[in-house]
């Protein structure tokens, strides 16, 4: 069983394991409830930054410890450190520029605010099966411009997302599964091993071919139909052309296990 590490006050605000294929990013401010300052979102970025340049990993599950994923950001430190984002990369070093790699949030108790924004801007969602999840900005007289505001309404039916952001009031993960905001749930604690089983499926899978799927499935919300299958070709053409390709078709007719090279 995967544990999330249970960290001093002092210790690094962003931790990373590795299982195989598969990056664990932990942020380690329980202190806090995982409140994201400054420098904790620059950490995350130079984390992410790192293993979107290491070809041996495939999939990436974001947490957070102490059974919190994230209480947002961390309003005590603002004042001294200032806005937590990072240039391109936006609030907590990557919602605004995601990495290549798939990434699953694994969610335990709540993830607020710019927590909920960290999950929107995953690719997959495990939750407990107690996590809960809301935009409070509004009550604060302040925004979710976290990307919670646009991304919410593509991941939600248009009301349900209208009434999270405007009321502030959170929605708890069993009914988020049912509106398919959730992919997969959990007994309450068992979200990050149900998340790292997730990325080692994906893992498995062809990496060129995941990372083509990847980015077709992300930038295709704003392609119009009649372009799509034309702008869809820049990604698949290499993958169809992949000694990989050549090996998933051998392995079918050999009736044995596919031996990815990501070429």
């Known amino acids: 069983m995967a544990t999330v590490p249970h960290a001093p006050a002092d210790a690094p605000a962003v931790l990373l394991h590795r299982h195989g294929h598969v990056a664990v990013v932990t942020v380690s401010r329980p202190h806090r409830r995982n409140a994201i300052n400054r420098s904790t979102a620059e950490a995350l970025a130079e984390t992410f930054t790192s293993l979107d340049a290491d070809a041996s990993v495939r999939a990436v599950v974001l947490t957070g410890a102490g059974g919190t994923f994230s209480a947002g950001m961390d309003l005590r430190d603002f004042p001294t450190q200032g806005r937590p984002s ?6 907590a070093g990557f919602v605004q520029a995601p990495p290549r790699l ?6 335990e108790g ?9 999950v929107l801007a995953c690719d997959l969602v495990v939750a407990a099966e107690d996590a809960r999840f809301g935009l409070p900005e509004v009550t604060r007289g302040l925004g979710a411009r976290g990307g919670g505001a646009f991304r919410l309404p593509r991941r939600l039916p248009y009301a349900l997302a209208m009434e999270l952001v405007l009321t502030g009031e959170p929605i708890d993960a069993t009914r988020a599964a049912g509106c398919g905001l959730v992919n997969r749930l ?3 604690g068992g ?5 790292i089983g997730l990325a080692q499926t994906v893992a498995a899978n062809a990496p060129l071919a995941v990372a083509a799927s990847l980015q077709v499935v992300r930038r295709s919300p704003d392609w119009p ?11 698949f053409d290499p993958v169809f052309a992949s000694a990989d390709a050549a090996e998933g078709a051998r392995a079918f007719a050999e009736r044995r296990v596919p031996v990815w090279t990501g070429r």
């Not at 990072?86 to 609030?91: A, D, H, K, L």
């Not at 139909?225 to 990604?235: G, I, L, N, V």
């Open 110 to 118: 709540w993830a607020l605010g710019g927590g909920f924004e960290m």
């Open 86 to 91: 990072v240039p391109g990369r936006g609030f």
């Open 225 to 235: 139909d009649a372009e799509a299958f034309s702008r869809q070709d820049q990604w």
């Open 191 to 195: 979200a990050l091993d149900a998340a």
């Open 102 to 107: 798939p990434v699953i949030a694994a969610v």
């Open 186 to 188: 959990a007994p309450p």
